[in-house]
């Protein structure tokens, strides 16, 4: 029995969302706790580094630091070593 991940949601640069893209996940940098964007900019079980195929991207995301970020569903990829 195989056990597949679910797709994270996230706060994603917009250079960066395009769907199927493999991209190496780096969290924004503005590091507040405070905004009400933070738990999709820092999402639990993703952490800067990882590489990760981008499923889909959605909305603009209003951001204190006018980062151009938007919503985007990202699905961990296998690395080298695991595949």
Same mark, same amino acid.
């Given at each position: 029995? /195989?056990?597949?991940?679910?797709?994270?949601? &996230?706060?994603? $640069? !917009?250079?960066?969302? @395009?769907?199927?893209?493999?991209?190496?996940?780096?969290?924004?940098?503005?590091?507040?706790?405070?905004?009400?964007?933070? /738990?999709?900019?820092?999402?639990?079980?993703? &952490?800067?580094? $990882? !590489?990760?195929?981008? @499923?889909?991207?959605?909305?603009?995301?209003?951001?204190?630091?006018?980062?151009?970020?938007?919503?985007?569903?990202?699905?961990?990829?296998?690395?080298?070593?695991?595949?």
């Amino acid at each position: 029995m /195989e056990v597949e991940e679910s797709p994270v949601e &996230v706060c994603l $640069d !917009r250079r960066l969302a @395009i769907r199927d893209a493999i991209i190496t996940f780096n969290p924004p940098t503005c590091g507040s706790a405070e905004c009400g964007n933070y /738990e999709k900019c820092t999402p639990a079980g993703l &952490v800067a580094g $990882d !590489r990760c195929k981008v @499923i889909e991207s959605g909305q603009v995301v209003q951001c204190p630091e006018r980062l151009e970020l938007v919503q985007a569903w990202l699905l961990r990829a296998a690395s080298p070593q695991e595949a």
